[in-house]
Structures are given as C-alpha cells and as structure tokens.
C-alpha cells in the first residue's frame, strides 16, 4: 500500500553555461499513506531537488515516480507543499492566499472558503483572514503557509524546511502544532529539514541522504517513545 514509490531516480541538471550537476542517484524508496517521513542530509545533497520532483515542479532524468497511484509529470491535485519561506503574495488578504491552490485547480471557491476559514481557525489566525501578510508576526505567516498547502485537502503535505526562519522557540511550537496537524488528518508527509532532532521528533521514518552525488545513505525507522503515542 504504498501512496509515495521512488525507484531508479536519478536527476541531472545540465545547465546552459556549466558543467552538469549529477543531483541526485538511484533513490528508491517507498511511504505508505499516513506516514511520516523526514529527509535530512548536507547542505546540497539533493534535498529539494527530490521534494521539487515529488511535487511535480521540476522534471526527473530517469526512474519512477509515483504519487497517490499516479506518475509525477507535474504538480497533481492529491499534494500540498509547504515552501521554506512563507511566500505569501503582499498584495492578497491572508484568505486570498490560503484560497490560491483553490484557483490553480480550478475548484469551486464556495465550498473551498469555507474549508479555507476552518484551517485559519484550527492554527490559530481565525480573525486573522482579512489581514494582509506584514501585519502578520513570521510564525503566522508561516501558519497560513500550511493552511494553504491544505485548503484543496491534499492526501500528501510535502514540506521544505517550513520553520528553517523561525526562532527556535516559535519553530518548537510549530513542531508541536505540525505533530497535532498530521494527527489529525492522517495525511502523508514528507519533511525536508536540518535539523536531526526535529526530525527524530517529528516522524516515523528518516532518510539520510550523502552527497556528490546525492543518495539514500540509510533509511532509519524511529521506534523512541513520542508524544503521539
Ligand atoms: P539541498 O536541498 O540538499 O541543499 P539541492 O537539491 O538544493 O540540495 O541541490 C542539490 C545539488 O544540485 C547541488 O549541487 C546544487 O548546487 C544543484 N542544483 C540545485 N538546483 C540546481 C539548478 N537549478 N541548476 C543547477 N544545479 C542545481
Ligand atoms: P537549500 O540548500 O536550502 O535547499 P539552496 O540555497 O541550495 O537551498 O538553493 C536555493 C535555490 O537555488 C533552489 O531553488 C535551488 O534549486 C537553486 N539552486 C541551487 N544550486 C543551484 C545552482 N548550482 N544553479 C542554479 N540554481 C541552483
């Protein structure tokens, strides 16, 4: 019952000017749906470039990817991602952005504005969606980050160091709002992050990956006693 499977993935960019960048080889691994995965590794082993290809935002040079039963050629209806930094657009209430995967998909906004209030509710920002961003603290912003990964109900969240600009005490909290989130909705998550302890916190399974290029160095299941539990 797998609900992510990577098999033979290797990718390779060939920029214009430069030498090619072997980013990423032979990764293959598999998440069954509900789980919690965290991807961790050095600066520049492929950590991005794998969540980017899962996501369907760049392309892969050769192997499978495989996301809800169907191959990844671009970003599908059945994932949600949450970017490093919160990139809300300056210029749209805080619902307006939560709403954008809404438009993208081209669904019906009515039924989706409610969904899109029930999320701001549920980490905190109800009152908070008629905002714009700057009046909103880094950790709210990033908050609303999430609810817009989900407002389409998404049975996958893909995140790329989500809290990485937060202080340590705001992205603790989130960690723990993050841990509650996943509970709740029993979505599949992959997490990119620095941070091995958060990780260790976060998830059922780590995937370390090493360097030059890019690969599984080991897949470590987490059997610690959590708060979950
Ligand atoms: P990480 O997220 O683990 O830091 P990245 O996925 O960002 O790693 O990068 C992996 C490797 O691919 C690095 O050597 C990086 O310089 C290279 N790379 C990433 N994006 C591009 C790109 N758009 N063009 C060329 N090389 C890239
Ligand atoms: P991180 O390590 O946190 O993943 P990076 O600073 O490595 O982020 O990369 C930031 C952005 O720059 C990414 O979108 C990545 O694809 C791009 N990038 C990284 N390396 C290169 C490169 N050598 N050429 C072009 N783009 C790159």
């Known amino acids: 019952d797998a609900w992510i499977e990577v ?3 290797q990718k390779l960019y060939r920029p ?3 030498e090619p960048t072997h980013a990423l080889s032979d990764i293959g691994f598999t998440v069954r ?3 919690f995965i965290s991807i961790v ?3 520049g082993c492929g ?3 794998l969540l980017k290809i899962l996501a369907g935002l760049i392309p892969k040079s050769e192997g499978v990817v495989r996301v809800a039963g169907r191959d990844v050629a671009k970003p599908l209806p059945e994932v949600g ?3 490093q930094a919160a990139t809300l657009l300056p210029w749209r209430t805080i619902l307006e952005n939560v709403m954008v995967p809404v438009e993208v998909q081209k669904l019906d906004a009515a039924v989706y504005r409610e969904q899109a209030r029930n999320l701001l509710n549920m980490v905190g920002l109800d009152g908070f969606g008629d905002k714009y961003p700057h009046e909103l603290s880094g950790g709210m912003q990033q908050r609303a980050g999430i609810c817009r990964a989900l407002v389409h109900d998404p049975s996958v969240l893909l995140m790329d160091e989500p809290f990485g600009a937060l202080d340590a005490m705001t992205r603790e909290y989130m960690n723990v709002e993050l841990l509650r989130i996943w509970k709740e909705s029993g979505k599949t998550v992959v997490l990119v992050t620095h941070s091995i302890p ?3 916190f976060l998830s059922d399974r780590v995937i370390v990956l090493s360097s030059r290029p890019g690969r599984i160095a080991e897949i470590v299941p987490i059997e610690l006693e959590r708060p979950r539990d």
């Open 198 to 200: 958060e990780a260790v």
């Open 16 to 18: 214009r000017r430069s």
């Open 47 to 49: 950590k991005t470039t």
């Open 81 to 83: 991602m949450v970017f």
């Open 41 to 43: 590794g050095p600066s």
């Open 33 to 35: 749906r509900g789980e």
């Open 7 to 9: 098999a033979g993935l």
